[in-house]
Nanobody, 129 residues
């Protein structure tokens, strides 16, 4: 059983930067593909970015078009943590951000799946204009 805890959310000005963290416990972190998702008020949850499990070489991270070139997903297997670096956030990025984990899953597959094995409880991000 994998537990995920997000942190780092808060209020940020448009054009600033913010780094979200998701700490995992209870499983073999490196064996899981990891993803960041978000849900804005009144909207469905959507994929933001995903990174493959560490046993898969050759498929880089996946990014939604809306965040490409602004957000960066990375993982530190020694710390059992996945990060989402947000650069130049916009008010449209305001949402609750969740991380998810799937065993032995690539970034592309995480973006395509409609359900995921494990979820965190989310961390809210508000981008002010």
């Amino acid at each position: 059983q994998v537990q995920l805890v997000e942190s780092g959310g808060g209020l940020v000005q448009a054009g600033g930067s913010l780094r979200l963290s998701c700490a995992a416990s209870g499983g073999t972190f490196s064996s899981h593909g990891m993803g960041w998702f978000r849900q804005a008020r009144g909207k469905e949850r959507e994929i933001v970015a995903a990174i493959s499990w560490s046993g898969w070489i050759g498929i880089g991270p996946y990014y939604a078009d809306s965040v490409k070139d602004r957000f960066t997903i990375s993982r530190d297997n020694a710390k059992n943590t996945v990060y989402l670096q947000m650069r130049g956030p916009k008010p449209a990025d305001t949402a609750v951000y969740y991380c998810a984990a799937d065993l032995s899953t690539t970034s592309r597959r995480m973006a395509a799946l409609h359900s995921h094995g494990y979820w965190g409880r989310g961390t809210p991000v508000t981008v002010s204009s």
